[in-house]
C-alpha cells in the first residue's frame, strides 16, 4: 500500500454513460498525476496536477475528460458520454513536488468497463 | 517519433537466476530513466532511479546500468525469486518543464519458477 487511494476499484458502465473516479494523495503531496493504461501497456500520462492548478493536459484527455482538484487534496476524473475504447485501468500518482528526479507513489488504480 | 521499447514476450528464468531486461529507446535525451514493478491488477511501484552521468545504480539485489551513448538501460535481479514474478517497467522523463511528465515502456513481464 502507498498511501494514494482510489475509489471505485471497479466499475462497469453502459455505453453513453458518465463515471466519476475519485484519487486521495499522500497528504503531504502537492503533485497528482492521472495516467490510463490498457492492457498490454504501459501507463500513459494524462494529466498533472500542482496543488489545484491543473497545468498539463495530454492530447489523450479529449473534451469528454475533465479533471479536477478543487482544494489541492483529492481530485477527480470524469468520462462523460463513455465509450468502449475508454476501457482502461486509470492511475493516479502523487509526488511531493521538490523537483524532477523526484518518486511518484501510484494508486491501485480503477478498472474501467464500458459496454 | 519517440519510443521507448521492451521486450514484450515474458522472460521465464529458473529461481536463483540473474534476470537481464532490457530498455531501448530512441529520439530523447533524458536526464534520467526510472523503473518500476507492476503486479496484476495494482500500480506500478517504483523502484530505481538512474541519472545520465550514472553508469550502474544498485539497490539490494536489484542492479540497473544506463548507457547514454546506446541509448538503453539494462535492469537486473541477481539471486531471483518466485517473489520478483511481476511485470518491470521503464520510464523517462519527456520534459524539461519541472514536473515529471513520465512515458512508460509497454514493460516486460518476469515469470521465476521455483
Known amino acids: 500500500d502507498t498511501g494514494v487511494s482510489q475509489d471505485p476499484r471497479h466499475k462497469i458502465t453502459k455505453r453513453g454513460q458518465n463515471v466519476t473516479f475519485r484519487c486521495d494523495p499522500i497528504?503531504?503531496?502537492?503533485?497528482l498525476y492521472w495516467y490510463r493504461q490498457t492492457l498490454g501497456q504501459g501507463p500513459e500520462f494524462l494529466t498533472y496536477?500542482?496543488?489545484?492548478?491543473?497545468?498539463?493536459k495530454s492530447r489523450l484527455l479529449s473534451d469528454r475528460f475533465s479533471a479536477e482538484r478543487p482544494k489541492g487534496s483529492f481530485s477527480t476524473l470524469e468520462i462523460q458520454r463513455t465509450e468502449q475504447g475508454d476501457s482502461a485501468m486509470y492511475l493516479c500518482?502523487?509526488?511531493?513536488?521538490?523537483?524532477?528526479?523526484?518518486?511518484?507513489?501510484f494508486g491501485p488504480g480503477t478498472r474501467l468497463l464500458v459496454l | 517519433s519517440q519510443k521507448i521499447e521492451q521486450n514484450s514476450e515474458a522472460l521465464n528464468i529458473q529461481e536463483g537466476k540473474t534476470a537481464t531486461l532490457t530498455c531501448n529507446y530512441t529520439?530523447?535525451?533524458?536526464?534520467?530513466l526510472q523503473w518500476y514493478r507492476q503486479d496484476p491488477g495494482r500500480g506500478p511501484v517504483f523502484l530505481l532511479l538512474?541519472?545520465?552521468?550514472?553508469k550502474e545504480k544498485r539497490k539490494e539485489r536489484l542492479k540497473v546500468t544506463f548507457d547514454t551513448t546506446l541509448k538503453q538501460s539494462l535492469f537486473h535481479i541477481t539471486a531471483s525469486q518466485p517473489a520478483d514474478s511481476a511485470t518491470y517497467l521503464c520510464?523517462?522523463?519527456?520534459?524539461?518543464?519541472?514536473?515529471?511528465?513520465?512515458?512508460f515502456g509497454t514493460g516486460t513481464r518476469l515469470l521465476v519458477s521455483p
Open positions: 500518482a502523487s509526488s511531493r513536488g521538490q523537483g524532477e528526479q523526484e518518486t511518484q507513489y
Open positions: 497528504s503531504e503531496h502537492n503533485r
Open positions: 496536477f500542482q496543488n489545484e492548478a491543473q497545468l498539463e
Open positions: 529520439n530523447y535525451s533524458p536526464a534520467y
Open positions: 538512474i541519472r545520465e552521468n550514472e
Open positions: 520510464a523517462l522523463d519527456r520534459t524539461n518543464t519541472g514536473f515529471q511528465k513520465l512515458v
